[in-house]
């Protein structure tokens, strides 16, 4: 009679697993739908998505990393995709579907190697190969601009908001933008993008769009007979509550007469009157406090003249203190003239049915804020994104110095020089450079295809151009010809390029290596963390 062999679990119930070429194509499937949802809204031309969440809120966006996060994509590779567009995000601020797209594409052809079976390892060492040379070619082919380039900077910004919904507004905004980064840089052209504050109202429409060399607020005064406008203002950020503290331990006082009463509030309103003086000596005519202000004080306060809000957060007293050259004290006694902050204006103004606070005319604000306007919410949120792009293209090329044409001009270089490139090379490496060279030309076809132009011929055209050396030779979408994107006014930073190329064959190169994919069931009861179906899963499977 045979021995019955009891099977061996290992793994707890529940767990699913998929191994070798099953793991690697349901990787690379997740990644290539991660990739194709976000392509067709690259370029010029390129569609927008509207996304509904859970609670009914529309999002209607043209931005990649929006669209990821919006979107709440739950397939564990797919995850690493989005992983990218959020690292785009934050270097450069723009670029994000060009990282994603180029990702999907290093890891659909690397596909086909997989079935000529070149092992995982040799294609992840020829795209690192491939990645190397890639960020060495874009250094060389970059050209240097300088602060004083200010035409080339107002096209950099303008490349950013092409095909965005605050295109038909483009001249405005991105002179808005341009100002505002060269406010805000430092003198070896570094820029902290936390010190342009875009603030946004609905109403109006985007012209009405402006840029405040100070800091906008949404608080109002905190009493009405505060003065509504106070010219060359001199500020006082203070981070302490003007009001009269609770001890630390529990206290009773005993009043035993109503004569003790009244001594006990005098006392309370000589101390709240007491702060109030403090803050008028120093010559301060305006009060912007982090905590609370007692309606004692702010009557006080009303009496003196002075302007105040309170209540404000952190990161607006940082700002504000950066742009009017105050400094933020946390002890009434220590507040000086020396402290105090200047700006040429600050008014309550209404806008809509909201009060602002704003604090303009500073005489070299280090920080900045735009105010955005527009028709409708959907519309504001969008330009802010456009601007927000914009802001961070123009930081990225000023902070590097270095910027390229675009219009999918450096890619098709790109995979020109990269070809040259793989037949430098031996073994099996070639083969996955020639995959990263073919993988680079995406994103001239994409914004092809998103303009209804057709891809093969002038994909033809663009290549032609580039080998009698036209390295800024890209495809004009509205016309549907090669033209000299630098010409066009076209223009990018370099550091949306190489961190798009260091980040995409990254996580290809990351997402080729795994070949076992366990998801464990979590506690008893509970539903796999990985999508069901990981087998050879399709589309509908991915967890979206």
């Given at each position: ?31 290539k739908?991660v ?6 809204t ?71 190697l ?127 509550e ?30 709240l ?94 920080a ?27 930081s ?64 033809t ?36 390029k ?29 539903a ?6 990981m087998g ?9």
């Amino acid at each position: 009679m045979a021995q019955q062999v009891q099977p061996i679990f290992i793994l707890p119930e529940g767990t699913q697993r998929s191994v070798g070429r099953d793991a690697q194509r349901t990787n690379i499937m997740a990644a290539k739908i991660v990739a194709e949802t976000v392509r067709t809204t690259l370029g010029p031309k390129g569609m927008d998505k509207m996304i509904v969440d859970s609670l009914g809120d529309v999002t209607v966006t043209n931005d990649g990393v929006t669209i990821l996060e919006e979107m709440q994509i739950e397939h564990p590779s797919a995850k690493m995709i989005v992983e990218v567009a959020k690292t785009q995000e934050n270097e450069v601020g723009d670029g994000t579907t060009t990282a994603v797209v180029l990702a999907g594409e290093l890891l659909k052809n690397s596909e086909r190697l997989l079935d000529q079976d070149v092992h995982p390892a040799v294609i992840a060492r020829g795209y690192r190969q491939a990645a190397d040379k890639a960020l060495e070619l874009l250094n060389e082919m970059a050209e240097k601009i300088t602060p004083k380039d200010e035409q080339v900077l107002h096209q950099i910004a303008m490349t950013a908001m092409t095909g965005k919904g605050a295109e038909y507004a483009k001249e405005k905004l991105s002179d808005l933008a341009v100002k505002s980064v060269k406010l805000v840089a430092e003198l070896d052209n570094s820029v902290d993008l936390d010190n342009i504050k875009i603030e946004k109202r609905s109403g109006g429409s985007v012209d009405d769009s402006e840029l405040i060399k100070g800091i906008v607020l949404d608080k109002e005064k905190v009493h009405s007979s505060m003065p509504r406008l106070v010219k060359n203002a001199k500020i006082a950020l203070l981070d302490k509550e003007i009001e009269i503290k609770k001890t630390e331990i529990d206290a009773n006082i005993e009043i035993t007469s109503p004569d003790q009463l009244q001594a006990f509030l005098d006392q309370e309103e000589k101390m709240l009157r007491d702060m109030v003086e403090k803050i008028a000596n120093s010559g301060a005519n305006v009060l912007i406090c982090q905590k609370g202000i007692d309606d004692v004080a702010q009557h006080f306060l009303a009496k003196k003249g002075i302007y105040a809000v309170r209540r404000v957060s952190d990161s607006d007293m940082k700002k504000i203190s950066k742009a009017t050259g105050g400094v933020v004290v946390n002890n009434l006694h220590d507040l000086s003239k020396d402290d105090l902050g200047f700006a040429g204006a600050v008014e309550e103004r209404k806008i809509g049915d909201d009060q602002f606070t704003y604090i303009m005319e500073c005489k070299n604000p280090k920080a900045v804020t735009i105010l955005v306007r527009g028709g409708t919410e959907h519309v504001t949120n969008e330009i802010e994104r456009a601007l927000t792009d914009a802001v961070g293209d123009v930081s990225a090329a000023l902070r590097d110095g270095k910027v390229v044409g675009g219009a999918g001009a450096p890619e098709v270089q790109l995979a020109l020089e990269l070809r040259k490139y793989a037949e430098t090379l031996s073994g099996r490496e070639q083969l996955a450079v020639q995959a990263f060279a073919d993988s680079m030309e995406i994103i001239p076809r994409t914004l092809i295809e998103n303009a209804g132009l057709d891809p093969i011929d002038i994909m033809t055209d663009l290549k032609a151009a580039h080998s009698k050396k036209q390295v800024w030779a890209g495809v004009d979408v509205f016309t549907g010809k090669v033209t000299d994107s630098w010409k066009k006014g076209v223009i990018e930073p370099l550091k949306i390029k190489t961190q798009a190329v260091s980040s995409a064959s990254e996580v290809a190169i990351m997402i080729l290596r795994i070949d076992d994919v366990i998801a464990s069931s979590g506690s008893k009861g509970k539903a796999p963390a990985m999508p069901p179906g990981m087998g050879g899963m399709g589309g509908e499977d991915m967890g979206y």
